[in-house]
């Protein structure tokens, strides 16, 4: 968990699936942040309009990456190459537009947006060694879903066209798309949306290592819309798992339910429910031994539980 002066505090996960509390007062936290990103000994995250980056280990100070980041907004991290070298991908103010742009180990800094498109959400996604980058222009009419590969190994970075691989129904500001990493070098990719003027659901479709257009969609209806509707994604119990957020119910306000689900070759296998409240925030998935760790904000708190492997 991040303060608002940029500490660093760790709850340690424990055998038993406890994890430490935090010790400090809810005062020196925001009521509401993006949590931050993790890659290798780092974690990254925007602090005012300023990327930084801070050491998991105790002590030390926040490093500023960039100074051009949207306040609000979160940050992806991944490590590429046998070197490990970091790439954090984030939303940058760029005059009256926004656009997502890359942070490469050293201060090199690429846009990821080609000119004339707009982003409110990026993902980075291991793909065979280089990057895909699944990328967010929401929109209050149209939101397309923009994806290209990163070829970051080598010393000079280089970069894929563009492509549109979907454009879908209007978002909402807090709306995220989130990304999950096959085998075969694609990600499988989430985004909850309003489906139609009624209807609001997440959405599901494969973005493949090469981006292609026009990708199938696959739907999870919800019984009402939410904003915002957190996503989160992660691997455990040899499993690929989908954890999100949904109304329990199509009645106005009614609480929220916290729900986790198996990825499989046909879709999202049959949701179990793992927390009520009556709004849910943010939300992360993490492997631990044994099984997955799940946290979330909810009711003015953040909760940890462990889901042990059958």
Known sequence: ???????????????????????????????????????????????????????????????????????????????????????????????EELVARLWLEGGKRLPLTPEGTQATSVNLIPSGGDLLAVILEGRTSMSPVHARRLLLRGKIP?????????????????????????????????????????????????????????VKVDWIEYPNGINPAPIATGQACGQSLVVFARPSEARPRSPQELHVAKLNGSGLAASEVVARSRAFNNVSVAPVKGGALLTWTADWRTWARTIFCK
């Not at 209007?170 to 085998?183: G, H, N, R, Y």
């Open 158 to 214: 280089r970069m894929a066209d563009d492509v549109v691989v979907w454009v879908g129904p209007p978002s909402q500001a807090l709306s995220e798309v989130v990304s999950l990493p096959t085998p075969e070098g694609d990600a499988w990719s989430f985004l909850a949306l309003e489906r139609t003027v009624t209807d609001f659901g997440l959405a599901r479709f494969r973005v493949a290592q090469d981006p292609q257009m026009d």
């Open 1 to 95: 968990m991040v303060t608002k002066d940029g500490a660093l505090e760790v709850g340690r996960w424990q055998e038993d699936g406890s994890v430490e509390p935090i010790s400090r007062a809810k005062d020196e936290f925001a009521p509401y942040a993006r949590g931050p990103a993790f890659a290798g000994p780092y974690a990254y995250w925007i602090r005012g309009k300023a990327l930084v980056r801070r050491g998991l280990k105790p002590g030390g100070t926040a490093e500023l990456l960039a100074d051009d980041a949207r306040e609000g907004t979160r940050v992806s991290a991944a490590e590429v190459g046998t070197d490990r070298k970091a790439v954090a991908a984030y939303i940058a103010d760029a005059g």
